[in-house]
T-cell receptor
Framework: GESVGLHLPTLSVQEGDNSIINCAYS??????FIWYKQESGKGPQFIID?????DKRQGQRVTVLLNKTVKHLSLQIAATQPGDSAVYFC????????????FGAGTRLAVHP | DAGVIQSPRHEVTEMGQEVTLRCKLI?????LFWYRQTMMRGLELLIY????????DSGMPEDRFSAKMPNASFSTLKIQPSEPRDSAVYFC?????????????FGDGTRLSIL
């Protein structure tokens, strides 16, 4: 939605704990979803993706869950490390289009030792 | 493997000057996206190319902005004349198109400051 400035929600976790970042997506027609990580001074980095015919996908230390009924996406990071500190974006796309990505506002993950 | 390469990493110039940002796609990718990121508006898509052809330029702010792909591996984004409100981080991203949705891979951006 529209906002004057972007105030990123922040998730603070202790090193070694598991992190869960949640996201509500907007378009019920979206059928492809990606999580990106952006560290300070760098571009968004691809973490993991999931298509709408799945409800769970696992990578290395990360798991993405998709609930199409309530249009909800989550990213779980196991054993969070200081290097995981970044802004995380959930992104939706529609395969009937040209792969145009719709970025959310992002969530800042702060990992404390 | 080399990722998306952008240059320069930082650019500071006075308003009214021409600015040219450069991007080299990942080898084998055929789609190119230019984005702009600001604190106020987040990440915005400016323009999308597929196989060197501009497909969607609806995000280009105004005629002062132009983008080209002189070949399959390289793109430029030009601002002429530049204005202070153009200050932002500009990213390009590339992907493989034609095989369903594929993730876009981003460069590390050009931080542009117009004084």
């Amino acid at each position: 939605g529209e906002s004057v400035g972007l105030h990123l929600p922040t998730l603070s976790v202790q090193e070694g704990d598991n992190s869960i970042i949640n996201c509500a997506y907007s378009n019920s027609a979206s059928d492809y979803f990606i999580w990106y990580k952006q560290e300070s001074g760098k571009g968004p980095q691809f973490i993991i993706d999931i298509r709408s015919n799945m409800d769970k996908r696992q990578g290395q230390r990360v798991t993405v869950l998709l609930n199409k009924t309530v249009k909800h996406l989550s990213l779980q990071i196991a054993a969070t490390q200081p290097g995981d500190s970044a802004v995380y974006f959930c992104v939706e796309a529609f395969s009937g289009g040209y792969n145009k990505l719709i970025f959310g506002a992002g969530t800042r993950l702060a990992v404390h030792p | 493997d080399a990722g998306v390469i952008q240059s320069p990493r930082h650019e500071v110039t006075e308003m009214g000057q021409e600015v040219t940002l450069r991007c080299k796609l990942i080898s084998g990718h055929n789609s190119l996206f230019w984005y702009r990121q600001t604190m106020m508006r987040g990440l915005e898509l400016l323009i999308y190319f597929n196989n060197n052809v501009p497909i969607d330029d609806s995000g280009m702010p105004e005629d002062r902005f132009s983008a080209k792909m002189p070949n399959a591996s390289f793109s430029t984004l030009k601002i002429q004349p530049s204005e202070p409100r153009d200050s932002a981080v500009y990213f390009c991203a590339s992907s493989i198109q034609g095989y369903g949705n594929q993730p876009q891979h981003f460069g590390d951006g050009t931080r542009l400051s117009i004084l």
